[in-house]
């Protein structure tokens, strides 16, 4: 599962927050950007970056780090 160590937010509107204030920051290129979704495993809401929107290198990138890490 790959968001069993990601934070669980308990609304969208909460989420949300966080990720405009992770976005406003100057060094945060817009690859890195966050977004927020909603787990139906953990009935809530976590944050990630957004992989539709990423470069097909960061893509493959993302997915073998998370394979290393399990």
Known sequence: MRCANKKRYPTKKIADTFTEAFNRDPLIKEE???????????????????????????????????????
């Open 32 to 70: 890195g950007f966050l977004t927020s979704y909603f787990c139906d495993i953990h009935e809530g809401w976590h944050v990630g970056h957004k992989a539709t929107d990423l470069p097909p290198h960061i893509r493959l990138q993302i997915i073998l780090d998370g394979l290393k890490n399990e």
